[in-house]
């Protein structure tokens, strides 16, 4: 049974990790930090956990734990990444974004060249049931060879635009992206705030893989709506894969496929299907932990490279060019959104 934590117990998410484990089978959730003593105190009330940290390297210290959910804002990721190699913590799951900006983007790179922990990022859409079933669907073979895909997401793209852009990935996993080229607007969502997370209000990208693969990904208001009668802004994400011999349509909250001229779809909850694709998440992390050939296919490499794609889509906003991937990201990059925008 091996032993996990948290780091950082605010919002939504970190109930997520936490009602998880109701469903993970070799791991419990055994301490959690946060600098706050009452959000702390309540969480750990709700949830069953009594080792409570409001410093986490003591906790790392004290607790040695195996795995550790890192539900931070982006600015002090890297510093729990050092923290834990440090601490010979062995296993991180690090909330998304993974990086604010091109600098740390830098440093986060140049810690993995170093590092030995094993990292991955909280895309826990990869393992919602449905949708791993249509990606196996795609892998397979099924909707012949892969033509094109479209993703979207109605809120911006640091706060759901990786979720979207994890997912092209999740259909493509044998694909590496060689260019990007792509237009932004609107700079309320580059301002400063407590979480971090910039990105301009509207993105609209094309991207090309290296096996001739092309994929659109739009995010903020200009993203289709999965649901017309649904105006919240978290709940439209999208994505749709086309081949040679049909498609799969994942939503979240629908499904379809059409292969070989049969059309098929149905309907699901994305409450039902996010718990357990964190549950799913986890387990993947457990299963690395005992085999170093068994990758997390959410690995910080790959998310990596998917924040590059998002680095040179700005660059290429700013400048009215292709910019060809893996591309070095210009300095004072979001100042320079910021500036462009406002």
Known sequence: MYKCAIIGVSGGRAHGLAEAYAHVRRGKLAAISSRQQ????????KFGVDVRYTDYREM?????????HVNTPPTVRLEIMEAAEAAGIPSLVIEKPLACQGEDFVAIREFA?????????????????????????????KIGEVRSIEASARMNLAYQGTHSL????????????????????????????????????????????????????????NAPKVRRDDDRINTHKRIVVHGSRGYVNWTMWSW???VDGVYDSGAHEYPDEDILGQAGLTEAMFGWLEDDGA????????????????????????????VSLP??????????????LM
């Open 295 to 322: 990758v997390h296919p959410l690995n910080l490499g790959l998310a990596l490279q998917d924040f590059n794609v998002v680095l040179g889509m700005y660059m290429s906003a700013l400048n009215h060019t292709v």
């Open 256 to 258: 379809e496929t059409y």
């Open 166 to 221: 994890q997912a092209i990935g999740a259909f493509l996993p044998d694909a590496r992206p060689i260019s990007v080229f792509g237009q932004v607007s609107g700079a309320s969502g580059l301002q400063e705030t407590h979480g971090q997370h910039y990105a301009p209000d509207q993105s609209l990208v094309a991207i090309s893989y290296d096996n001739g693969v092309h994929a659109t990904l739009q995010c903020g208001a």
């Open 113 to 141: 060249a170093r590092s030995s922990v094993k990292i991955s990022i909280n895309h826990q859409l990869h393992f919602h049931p449905r949708r791993m079933a249509l990606q196996h669907l795609v892998q397979d073979g």
């Open 327 to 340: 591309v070095d990201p210009e300095p004072d990059l979001i100042n320079k959104l910021r500036r462009a």
């Open 38 to 45: 009452d959000k702390l105190d309540a969480f750990g009330e």
């Open 60 to 68: 790392f210290a004290v607790e040695k734990p195996d795995l550790v």
